[in-house]
């Protein structure tokens, strides 16, 4: 779906080190990073990640994070800028989160 609305996506597939994430984000110039969980015994990998992203000064990258056991207030707590329910919206709010 963000390929179809014209983002560049670069699939790290599943189970990654958050490690990885930053990695790929520094080589390859990366804006938003976005992070699926389908139970809550993923959720905290999540937080790693933006943990990693705060401290590796990567200050332009957005953090992305959705799925069925995702809510704002966790995203909140983690640090996520976004967070979506659905995965359609991303597209349409790009601008407010500053990716185009």
């Known amino acids: 779906m963000l390929r179809g609305a014209g983002f ?6 599943i189970d990654v ?5 930053v990695e790929t984000a520094k080589a ?3 804006k938003l990073i976005g992070l699926s969980a389908l139970l809550t015994t993923t959720m905290p990998q999540m937080k ?4 990693l992203v705060r401290k590796s ?4 990258v957005k953090v992305m994070i959705g799925g069925a056991p995702v809510t704002q207030s966790y995203a909140d707590e983690i640090g996520a800028q976004v967070m979506l329910r659905t995965p ?9 989160v500053g990716v185009a």
């Open 8 to 13: 560049e996506v670069i699939d790290l597939e």
């Open 17 to 21: 080190p958050p490690e990885k994430y």
């Open 57 to 60: 000064g990567l200050k332009d």
């Open 28 to 30: 390859k110039n990366v």
């Open 88 to 96: 359609h919206p991303p597209w349409t709010r790009r601008r407010s």
């Open 48 to 51: 790693t990640v933006c943990e």
